[in-house]
């Protein structure tokens, strides 16, 4: 994988930059032997781990190095938030590799973790949920000072879960393909592609997805299954809330393939 734009660094000690530094955008020139891209998982730990252990099960027929893409919205409206980012950074099979980009609840986060303002709109879009996760709670920070308030959110969330959202790329391009959070904008070169619009941009993109010139996948805009046209696939079964989180596989000589993980199929 090559880095098509690089990612500031993030010095110890010094105070946060107003404007974050811009994300990777990755790009490969080849596909691996299988591509797992895997939808929005809003702190459904339960139901990632399980789908892993379907990639991992699906993969065994399939000689050569396979790749995991996760497609952003690890954190907010689901229980484990906390959970999830611990289990992304954990190793895979020897055959596999992960590639996470960054969703839009990760940016949000980050923006209220450099800035804790009660009147942050991530603590009505699921952030109440991520900081239960971590064992904060809710009133208890709406009762604390500033200063009080962010001493609480350092002592509760590890760095490590903070340095890894601040590096996830924005993007991951193969030939023929875009994965990206949210979509591309039509009419522009994934170069050229403003930020916000790889974490965000919904209606744009679909009404005139003809204009994209690669076939996309993404997550972001939920429904209960997922979405296939000429143009893209969208994998966001809104976990959280159906309690199914899906990875679509993709092969450049195959039909894409769904696989599902839902709370139905777990023992607890």
Known sequence: MTVISGLGRFFGGEPPSPVPPPRPRLGGASWPAAVYAIGDV????????????????????????????????????????????????????????????????????????????????????????????????????????PRERLALLNSHIPREHVAWMRALPAALTLPGVCFVHAGLRPGIALTEQHEDDLLWIRHEFFDAEDDVDTFVVHGHTPAARPVVTHKRICVDTAAFATGTLTAVRLRPDAEPEFIEATAGEIVT
């Open 42 to 145: 809003h702190g459904c730990l339960a139901q990632l781990r399980l789908l892993h252990e379907k990639i991992f099960a699906d993969a065994r027929g399939i000689d050569g190095n396979k790749l995991i893409v996760c497609l952003g919205d690890y954190v907010d409206r689901g229980p484990d938030a906390s959970g999830v980012l611990d289990y992304l950074g954990k190793d895979l099979p020897q055959d596999f590799r992960r590639i996470c980009l960054a969703g839009n609840h990760e940016v949000m986060m980050l923006d209220f973790l450099e800035n804790p303002v009660l009147e942050s709109s991530w603590l009505q879009f699921g952030g109440l949920e991520t900081l239960a996760s971590y064992g904060i709670d809710g009133d208890q920070l709406a009762g604390t000072f």
